[in-house]
Nanobody, 119 residues
Framework: QVQLVESGGGLVQTGGSLRLSCAAS????????MGWYRQAPGKQRELVAV???????NYADSVKGRFTISRASAENSVYLQMNNLKPEDTAVYYC?????????????WGQGTQVTVSS
């Protein structure tokens, strides 16, 4: 079974930076997209950024211009560079890999990494 291992979370002050990393435990075929979601206490999980197999990327409006998603396709890895962090970015960040199978899309999730931004 494929596992997604995340790293790079932590505590940072407002305006600081963090870089999240996510690597798959083994090769994953038929990847459609790799991305990052986050969930703050009491809130629903939301999309932060996604990198499609086509090369296009999408970002939540709240992080545009501050966060950058990148991929190392050969390694089935995805990264999230987060700059100018704000207290409202505090959340558990989850790596996601979306795979297109014959029966439809299948999602893989990481265990989550905590990002805390202090004011």
């Amino acid at each position: 079974q494929v596992q997604l291992v995340e790293s790079g979370g932590g505590l940072v002050q407002t305006g600081g930076s963090l870089r999240l990393s996510c690597a798959a435990s083994r090769y994953i075929s038929s990847i459609n997209a790799m991305g990052w979601y986050r969930q703050a206490p009491g809130k629903q999980r939301e999309l932060v950024a996604v990198s499609m197999i086509t090369g296009s990327t999408n970002y939540a409006d709240s992080v545009k211009g501050r966060f950058t998603i990148s991929r190392a396709s050969a390694e089935n890895s995805v990264y999230l560079q987060m700059n100018n962090l704000k207290p409202e970015d505090t959340a558990v960040y989850y790596c996601n890999v979306k795979v297109l199978r014959a029966k439809g899309f299948e999602d893989y999730w990481g265990q989550g990494t905590q990002v805390t931004v202090s004011s």
